[in-house]
């Protein structure tokens, strides 16, 4: 199994950046596919981005090209690098773990989640 703690949301006027991270415990974290997720209010939690063990990425199309997703198997860590944010995407963010061997882009692939951070775009 593996526990995760997300960091670094915060406030940020449209067009700032800000990043996220994921701190992982466990003794296999190399063995999971590493995502995220965001949840706004009143909508259902959302596919963001997902990275496999060996670093294939996979965003969703709200996102490409704004965000960037990256993982440091040595340091049990996953980041989501936020660019040029629109007040769209304000929402709270989870990290999540889906074991290998999943396309791991929707929420019923993940097995382990963090407790979220709040992201929030001003206009």
């Known amino acids: 199994q593996v526990q995760l703690a997300e960091s670094g949301g915060g406030l940020v006027q449209a067009g700032g950046s800000l990043r996220l991270s994921c701190a992982a415990s466990g003794r296999s974290f190399s063995d999971y596919i590493m995502g995220w997720f965001r949840q706004a209010p009143e909508k259902e939690r959302e596919f963001v981005a997902r990275?496999?063990?060996?670093?294939?990425?996979v965003y969703a199309d709200s996102v490409k090209g704004r965000f960037t997703i990256a993982r440091d198997n040595a340091k049990n860590t996953v980041s989501l690098q936020m660019n040029s944010l629109k007040p769209e995407d304000t929402a709270v963010y989870y990290c999540?773990?889906?074991?290998?061997?999943?396309?791991?882009?929707?929420?019923?692939?993940?097995?382990?989640w963090g407790q979220g951070t709040q992201v929030t775009v001003s206009s």
């Open positions: 999540a773990a889906a074991p290998l061997g999943r396309q791991a882009v929707h929420v019923y692939a993940y097995d382990y």
């Open positions: 990275i496999g063990w060996s670093g294939l990425t």
